[in-house]
Each structure stands twice: as structure tokens, then as C-alpha cells.
């Protein structure tokens, strides 16, 4: 086993977990689902049903939080993308749901469509280092009753790749299983290859489970099919201003879900997902960009592993308005960070601005950097071929590798060749445009545009869901205009 990266000690790990485990038995949570209550209350906890107070004895958290599984599997329409974690990590995702988008081609922000989504869709698709499509903006363009689908529908139109999708109510989901269904070819074939995996967040920090969400993940988990929650501390608003305290009560608040979940179908695959977050409570800016959210998502980490449970969440987002240094280095900081402390799953692709606008050029880059981290996941390979001794014998002391066949086998493979880091010398730079780092992102990003799309739906599949939903989005691949 490799060694990780730690901020806490396996003490200070220990001391998180009894402290949560104090947390969820003396100060509880408020619940306010009326199903979660009565699955609390059938297993043992202690239940205020006029405050709606739930009280979890240690006891049952230690019984229940011991089924949770080691891994958990992202299906894609092609098998060939399927990814489970930690087996596949680091699992690269696009970060979601952001109502904004910047124009690649006037440069300005703007409500985003669904036009937008099959773009984004293809563009992921397509880059190499992303696993998932977390479906990355809303459609302002999406029929009032219509709101998941508008947006699910040219996501999973434009990619094969795993989809992470939401859902508003059960009336949303059924409609979002009929979807799958008509792609699958039925409701069985889509329970058997479950291609949309479900993500919600339960629990309102602090210490509150919601109806909505909470209702959505009871819903899936009773059906057997992927989802998992996430949770979300904001330190100084919504947990205490330490790194210590926001990770208690994020850690209480992540056991409070998983035991909701073992509770329901005992052995339900989920992950430890977060966003931990450090309020700058000199604007009160939700800085997601800060170092500190990178350390927490290092911290949560080692508590996945003390539960055996995979990890991730929203690593490596930026509060940059535009891709500039600050949104590489807060990017680049906190995923490695992320890395190195065996963090499974990152949603870091493509959001600038606190998660509020996608942008054609970021998401590009952040595939490029997702690619460094699946190479530092890699490591060292000391094989016999690899150590090269011969070949040092006999190039010698003095020698040059450059043409010694050892090297023109491994010129493609021994280090990753980036297609946006520019390595030419100034001179060449010049000559090639003096493109910046965005520029050529863009570029990428529009040559990709306008290449075949190989994830598109049979003429019968299309028929049949334009049947069965009047008035959809159109959901088609098409260059902005403008390109």
C-alpha cells in the first residue's frame, strides 16, 4: 500500500470520530421528513416528535455504519466508462448546476441552455481525463415541468460517460426513470445498468435534514439504485470557524446520512462526499477556492479510510471570475492536496466563480490537470524494463539517450505530453500566435466542438422519447453561434 499524505494524526482521527459520535447522541439533529423519522425511530434512536430532535446512541451509529461498503460504481451507457472507486480513483467529475455560463464566443456571462448542456456533454465526452458528467448548468430554456429532464436528456444525448443528475420530487423521478428506460430498452434493462447515479444533500448544516432531498434519497436507496449524499459545512456560517470543529460536525452529519441509508437497505454503496468550506468573514464570500477547503477534503479523506468507505467530493474549485493564476493555483493546490491524502472522487471541472459559471476554456484546462493527477496516481513503475540498467551501461558515462531505442520506445509514454501547457521556446510561441493558456484552451475546446458524435441515440430511441415527452428540448450538438 502506498503511503498517503496526512493532516491528522490516527489519535486526532480517532478523537473526530468519538466527538461526532458525542455530537449525534447529546445534541441530535433536527429531521424534518416524516419517513426518516420513522426509520430512526423503528431502529432504536431517540425521537422528539414535537422538535422533530433525533438523538443517535453511539451504539447504533457503530452498528449500522459497519455495512457500509468499500466501493461504489459509476455505470456508464458504455461499459467501457464504468469506474468504481477506489479501484479506478482518482475518479475525475465535472462540477454541477451552475445557472451560469461564459459565451465562448463573446467572452460574457450569461443564463446558461440546454443547447449549452449537449455542448458541455460532448466536450467531456471527449477530453480524455474526465470519468463523469455531472451535469455541469441548469437549462433557463426547460419547460416548467420538465426542469431534470431538459437537462438530463442532452446529457446523456452527447456522452457515454457515467451522468450525475438531481431530482426535484418523485413525480421528477419518474420521469426520469422513464428516460433511462427508453434508452435502455426497459425498465429492467435499466435497473440491470443503471446509467444515472443520483446525488443529494440531506443534510442542512447545521445538523438538519431537509424534506426534499432527504425524501430523494430514501426514495433511491429503497430502489436499489446508485446514489449518495453530500455534505455541506460552511466554517464561521454553518459549523464552527475552526478546521477542527467544521470537520466534527461535517463528519457527525456524514454518519447521521450513511446510517439513514444502512438503515433502509443495509450494505447501499454511498460515498463520503463533501464540500467543506471556510467562510471570509470579511465579505462573507463563500470561498470554495480557499486552501482551507482543500485541507478539509484532505482531513475527510483519512476519516473514509478509518470507515473503509471511498471519498470525494467538490475538490479544486475557484472563486476566480476568469482563468487566470488564481484559478490554477487554487485548482491545482487543492486537488493535488486531495490526491496525495487518497481522496477517491473530484468534482473540479470547469466552474469559476464559487461554483456559479461554467466556462468552455476551464473545463479544458482542469482536464489537462486531472490527466497530472491520474499520472501521480500512477507513480513509479520499477520494472526491470523500467530501471533501465542496461541501457545505462551502455550509453555510459557521457553518452546521449536521445537516440538509444530504449528512449523512442518510451517518448510517448514516460511522461505526459500536455496539449495546453505551453513548452515551445519564445521565439516558436510568438511565431504560433502568442496564445495564452485560456486562448489555447478555447481552441481546444472548439475543435472538439465540431467533431462526429458517436453517443447519439438510434432514430427508434429518439422517436420514443419524443414521444413520450411533448415539447423537449431539442438536446442537439451544434457550434455556438457566432463559431
Known amino acids: 500500500m502506498k503511503t498517503l499524505a496526512t493532516l491528522l494524526t490516527q489519535e486526532q482521527v480517532q478523537r473526530t470520530h468519538k466527538a461526532s459520535l458525542e455530537v449525534l447522541s447529546e445534541v441530535g439533529m433536527i429531521v424534518r421528513n416524516d419517513k426518516a423519522l420513522a426509520i430512526f425511530v423503528k431502529n432504536g434512536c431517540e425521537v422528539d416528535s414535537e422538535t422533530l430532535l433525533v438523538k443517535f446512541p453511539a451504539s447504533i451509529v457503530e452498528h449500522f455504519r459497519k455495512m457500509m461498503p468499500p466501493t461504489f460504481t459509476f455505470r456508464g451507457r458504455d461499459p467501457q466508462f464504468d469506474r468504481t472507486i477506489p479501484d479506478d480513483s482518482p475518479v475525475i467529475i465535472t462540477a454541477s448546476s451552475t445557472p451560469d455560463i461564459i459565451d465562448p464566443v463573446t467572452g460574457e456571462k450569461r443564463r446558461s441552455t440546454s443547447d449549452d448542456i449537449a455542448r458541455i456533454a460532448h466536450l467531456i465526452n471527449e477530453l480524455p481525463g474526465y470519468d463523469v458528467f455531472s451535469i455541469s448548468t441548469l437549462a433557463d430554456d426547460a419547460p416548467p415541468d420538465q426542469f431534470t429532464i431538459s437537462r438530463l436528456y442532452p446529457a446523456l444525448k452527447n456522452c457515454l460517460k457515467p451522468i450525475r443528475s438531481t431530482a426535484t420530487d418523485i413525480e421528477d423521478v419518474k420521469k426520469v426513470l422513464r428516460l433511462g428506460s427508453l434508452i435502455a430498452g426497459s425498465d429492467e434493462a435499466y435497473r440491470e445498468r443503471p446509467f444515472i447515479t443520483h446525488h443529494f444533500c440531506p443534510v442542512v448544516s447545521p445538523l438538519t435534514f431537509d424534506h426534499d432531498s432527504t425524501e430523494m434519497l430514501i426514495y433511491f436507496v429503497e430502489q436499489g439504485l446508485p446514489v449518495y449524499p453530500s455534505i455541506v459545512p460552511n466554517g464561521g456560517l454553518t459549523s464552527p470557524m475552526t478546521l477542527a470543529g467544521t470537520l466534527v460536525q461535517g463528519n457527525a452529519e456524514f454518519l447521521a446520512a450513511a446510517v439513514l441509508m444502512q438503515m433502509i437497505r443495509p450494505n447501499t454503496p454511498l460515498i463520503y462526499s463533501t464540500l467543506p468550506t471556510m467562510a471570509d468573514l470579511r465579505t462573507g464570500a463563500y470561498a470554495s477556492g480557499g486552501i482551507e477547503c482543500g485541507m478539509l477534503q484532505m482531513a475527510c479523506a483519512q476519516m473514509s479510510h478509518y470507515y473503509d468507505v471511498p471519498s470525494g467530493g467538490y475538490i479544486g474549485l475557484t472563486n476566480s471570475k476568469i482563468n487566470d493564476a488564481q484559478s490554477g493555483y487554487e485548482t491545482g493546490l487543492s486537488t493535488m492536496g486531495g490526491l496525495l491524502a487518497g481522496a477517491d472522487m ?88 502568442s496564445h495564452n493558456t485560456h486562448d489555447r484552451a478555447l481552441l481546444q475546446a472548439r475543435e472538439i466542438l465540431g467533431r462526429e458524435n458517436i453517443a447519439l441515440f438510434s432514430p427508434e430511441i429518439e422517436k420514443k422519447i419524443r414521444t413520450e415527452f411533448d415539447n423537449l428540448v431539442a438536446g442537439d450538438l451544434k457550434l455556438p453561434e457566432g463559431w
Do not use: Y
Open 346 to 433: 473530484f468534482n473540479m471541472g470547469g466552474l469559476l466563480d464559487a461554483l456559479m459559471a461554467f466556462d468552455f476554456a476551464k473545463a479544458v484546462i482542469d482536464d489537462e490537470i486531472a490527466q497530472m493527477l491520474k499520472r501521480v496516481k500512477r507513480g513509479f513503475e520499477f520494472s526491470d524494463k523500467k530501471l533501465a540498467l542496461d541501457v545505462i551501461a551502455k550509453v555510459g558515462p557521457g553518452g546521449a539517450f536521445l537516440s538509444n531505442p530504449h528512449t523512442v520506445k518510451f517518448m510517448r509514454t514516460g511522461a505526459l505530453l500536455p496539449k495546453i501547457a505551453d513548452r515551445n521556446a519564445h521565439g516558436d510561441w510568438v511565431k504560433k500566435g
